[in-house]
C-alpha cells in the first residue's frame, strides 16, 4: 500500500524533545508490514503548544496558522499522489492544525483518510472540527465512539498497543522494588506517597516530579496558563519527596527501567478533574501495553476496558485503592516465583495480540484495504 503518513514524531514535545514515541509506534510498524511510506515534511512543535481553540492566545496561533498547514499539506499530498496514487492519507492531527475541508480535499482526491487519535477520554473538543472530515477515525476509547457518530464522524475502535521490535526485556538486574515513569498530576503523588509512609522502596521519573517550586506558585503558574479542564490544586498536591524522584528518560532508558524494576506502576484517571460527585475520566494508556510487552510485572489502576486485554492478577494485577496497592506490592515482592509468572503471561500476551502490526491489520482489513 502507497500510504501518506502525517504525525508528529511524539506527543510529548515539550517534556520529551528527544522522544520519538509515534515514529516508533505508528511509523515504524507500517513499515514493517511492507508499506511504502512517505512522511509529511513539517515542523508541528509550535502548532503543539497551541492546541486548544479555548485559549484566547492559542485561538489566534490557530487562526493565522492552520492555513499554511493546509496549503503545505496539500502541496505535499497532491505532488505525491501525482507521482503515483496513494491509497491512504494516515495522520495525528488536532483540529488546530488543519482546516477540515483540507481533509475532505484528500479524500476528493480518492485517497481514503484516516486520524489516529487516543486523547479523547477528556479531549475531544481537540479533534471534533476535523473528525468527520475523515473518512475514518481510529479510537482507543470506547465510551466515545457513540461521541464520534454524534458529530458525524466515522470511528473504528481500535485500542492503543506497542511495538515488540522497540520495546522488549533488557538483560539487568533489578535496581528498585517499585517505579513510576510519567507526569506527576492527580492522585499519583498520594499513591507514591502511601507506598513510601508504609516503608517501601518506591521512586518516580517524569515530568514535574523534581520541581521544586513552592505549591502556591506553581498553583499561581498552572491558573496563569489557562489550561481548560486543569485543576492546579490536583496536580501539586500530596507532594512525594524530592530525594525518590528523576528527570523524564530517554525512550530507552523508559524501556530499560521496565527490566531494573520488580513492580512497574500504572494509573488509569486523566489529568482532568472530574465533575464534583462523578468518578474520575479513566482510559486505557499506551503504558499499559508498552510495559508487559517489555517485560514489565506490571500493577495498574483498575478499568474494566482493560480487563478485555489483559486477565487481571494472571497476566497484570489491578489495584483499586492505595490501602490494596501496598497490600500487592508487600505481597508480589515477597512471592518471586508468583510475580514471575504473572509477569512472563502478561509479556506473551501483549507480544503476540498486542503489538501495532496487528492493529493496523485489523483497521485495513475493515476499511478494504487489507
Not at 512543535?45 to 496561533?61: Q, W
Request: glycine fraction near 4%.
Amino acid at each position: 500500500m502507497h500510504i501518506f503518513y502525517a504525525a508528529p514524531t511524539t506527543a510529548h514535545q515539550s517534556h520529551l524533545p528527544t522522544s520519538k514515541l509515534w515514529e516508533y509506534n505508528l511509523y515504524r510498524p507500517l513499515i514493517d508490514l511492507g508499506h511504502e511510506v512517505v512522511v509529511f515534511d513539517f515542523d508541528y512543535t509550535e502548532f503543539n503548544y497551541h492546541l486548544d481553540p479555548a485559549n484566547p492566545k492559542n485561538r489566534e496561533f490557530i487562526t493565522i496558522n492552520r492555513p499554511h498547514f493546509g496549503a503545505e499539506l496539500l502541496k505535499q499530498v497532491k505532488a505525491v499522489h501525482a507521482q503515483r496514487p496513494l491509497d491512504l492519507f494516515f495522520s495525528y492531527f488536532y483540529s488546530s492544525y488543519v482546516e477540515p475541508e483540507v481533509i475532505r480535499e484528500i479524500g476528493r482526491l480518492g485517497i481514503t483518510t484516516v486520524n489516529w487519535y487516543c486523547n479523547a477520554s477528556y479531549q475531544f473538543h481537540l479533534v471534533s472540527d476535523i473528525a468527520p472530515a475523515y473518512n475514518y477515525c481510529l479510537v482507543p476509547e470506547k465510551f466515545r465512539l457513540d461521541d464520534y457518530r454524534r458529530i458525524g464522524a466515522r470511528p473504528i475502535y481500535c485500542q492503543e498497543a506497542a511495538n515488540p521490535n522497540i520495546y522488549k526485556p533488557y538483560p539487568l538486574s533489578h535496581e528498585f522494588d517499585i517505579t513510576f515513569v510519567g507526569q506527576r498530576y492527580g492522585d499519583r503523588p498520594m499513591y507514591l506517597r502511601r507506598l513510601w509512609k508504609a516503608g517501601l522502596d518506591v521512586h518516580a521519573w517524569g515530568p514535574h516530579w523534581q520541581d521544586p517550586t513552592p505549591l502556591w506558585r506553581r498553583v499561581a503558574r498552572s491558573l496563569k496558563q489557562g489550561l481548560r479542564g486543569h485543576n492546579p490544586w490536583q496536580v501539586f498536591t500530596n507532594d512525594f519527596p524530592l530525594e525518590r524522584c528523576g528527570p523524564p528518560l530517554s525512550d530507552e532508558e523508559l524501556i530499560k527501567m521496565y527490566s531494573r524494576s520488580r513492580i512497574s506502576l500504572g494509573f488509569s484517571s486523566v489529568a482532568e478533574q472530574p465533575v464534583p460527585g462523578q468518578p474520575p475520566i479513566k482510559q486505557v494508556r499506551l503504558r499499559d501495553f508498552e510495559a508487559p510487552m517489555s517485560g514489565a510485572f506490571y500493577m495498574v489502576e483498575a478499568y474494566d476496558e482493560l480487563q478485555e486485554f489483559f486477565e487481571p492478577d494472571k497476566e497484570i494485577v489491578f489495584f483499586t485503592s492505595a490501602e490494596e496497592l501496598i497490600d500487592k506490592t508487600r505481597y508480589y515482592l515477597a512471592h518471586d516465583a508468583e510475580r514471575e509468572r504473572i509477569r512472563q503471561a502478561g509479556m506473551q500476551r501483549a507480544r503476540i495480540e498486542h503489538s501495532w502490526h496487528e492493529r493496523f491489520r485489523m483497521v485495513f482489513r475493515e476499511i478494504g484495504l487489507g
